[in-house]
């Protein structure tokens, strides 16, 4: 966060004060020596932003594919030296500019038309759960209270939140979480996403990639979030407010 003075006008009376603005940087990634793209970020976590995109985006199959990674707050730059295990280059390099805050980017391949990555995990969740676990989510953020300038996203259990990250987009907050979920070694299969946007099909890419099974958001998802996710057995849980749940597919995982 950065402090800045600004001009106050309320009721046409004009006053100054000092309030604090979340911090943006251009990431740039350079992947075996090839510049692959550059995320609008928040300036903490990048080791887990660059392994969660790189792993959502098919570059990566796991996290020890990642051989070297440095990032260069001078520069701004992510230099990743990795296996190559994922997708063949020329279909890796086809960019999607996304929805997301900051003018996001996606990685497709035409193969994820045809291979479609069915979710058969058993996890189930109580819907007194989800709410407590949303009320929670969405009170976490210091840097949200103080600058209402960034998205949030979580890995949740059954005991509550077990990853939290920030970020100014949406998409960057969910591949800090598989990151750092990556890092660690954590299993996704019985894991529920927490996200404070709105649930576009980029969001539901990351999360099938990750085969997670449940993602929950107190905003609204896309049709085409919606279709995708009733194609892959992928539960999505929207306007969770309150006590409210509307459930858009996959409803037998919610007791």
């Known amino acids: 966060m950065e402090e800045f003075t600004v001009e106050n006008i309320h009721e046409e009376i004009r006053s100054s004060r000092k309030i604090a603005i979340t911090e943006e940087v251009p990431l740039t990634i350079e992947v075996n020596g090839k510049e692959l793209a550059t995320l609008l970020s928040s300036p903490f976590d990048l080791n887990d932003l660059v392994a969660g995109f790189l792993y959502t985006a098919g570059i990566i199959n796991s996290f020890e594919s990642i051989l070297d990674l440095k990032i260069d707050e001078e520069r701004w730059k992510a230099t990743a030296e990795v296996r190559e295990d994922g997708l063949p280059e020329e279909l890796v390099f086809k960019r999607i500019y996304t929805s997301g805050c900051g003018r996001g980017v996606l990685f497709h391949s035409p193969l994820d038309l045809i291979?479609?990555?069915?979710?058969?995990?058993?996890?189930?969740?109580?819907?007194?759960?989800?709410?407590?676990?949303?009320?929670?989510?969405?009170?976490?953020?210091?840097?949200?209270?103080?600058?209402?300038?960034?998205?949030?996203?979580?890995?949740?259990?059954?005991?509550?939140?077990?990853?939290?990250?920030?970020?100014?987009?949406?998409?960057?907050?969910?591949?800090?979480?598989?990151?750092?979920?990556?890092?660690?070694?954590?299993?996704?299969?019985?894991?529920?996403?927490?996200?404070?946007?709105?649930?576009?099909?980029?969001?539901?890419?990351?999360?099938?990639?990750s085969r997670i099974p449940i993602v929950a958001s107190s905003g609204a998802p896309t049709n085409q979030a919606v279709k995708l996710a009733r194609e892959v057995n992928l539960t999505i849980l929207a306007f969770v407010r309150g006590s409210n749940i509307s459930v858009f597919s996959g409803g037998e995982r919610v007791l």
């Open 115 to 209: 291979q479609r990555i069915m979710l058969t995990g058993k996890a189930e969740v109580k819907a007194a759960k989800v709410n407590e676990l949303m009320k929670i989510f969405l009170n976490k953020s210091s840097e949200y209270r103080n600058t209402r300038g960034v998205h949030s996203a979580a890995l949740t259990d059954d005991e509550g939140i077990e990853i939290f990250k920030d970020d100014l987009g949406r998409h960057n907050a969910i591949d800090k979480v598989i990151g750092h979920g990556l890092r660690e070694g954590i299993s996704f299969e019985d894991k529920m996403m927490l996200t404070s946007g709105r649930i576009s099909s980029e969001i539901i890419s990351k999360v099938m990639r």
